[in-house]
């Protein structure tokens, strides 16, 4: 499956953050995401997102877990962009928070 891929400029992470939260809209934020970098992420820096599932799957990175708020979100955005990581998705997620299970486009 090919995806586009969002280069983690500061212009990017904004737009980013107001696609996630609804510019000018009242939104209640999801407490659970799913988010997908190309590339892998070393057993070290994975300590940087320690509370959320990491998995490896066909060459990109696959964290997911509960994230408190849009801060919280835009810091972990941050923290792949600093790793030299490319953010091809970030998906907030329903039900059992498991990809493929319960979620909602």
Known sequence: MKRKTMECGQGNLTTLIFLLLGVGA???MPNR????????IDAERSLWFDGLDI???DGVTILS???MDAQALYGIIER????GLSLLE???LTGTGLAGEGEQP
């Open 90 to 92: 970030v998906r907030p």
């Open 65 to 67: 877990g509960t994230i």
């Open 26 to 28: 009242e939104v209640v």
């Open 55 to 57: 998995q490896y799957q």
């Open 33 to 40: 995401y799913q988010i997908i970098v190309a590339g892998r």
């Open 80 to 83: 792949l962009r600093d790793l």
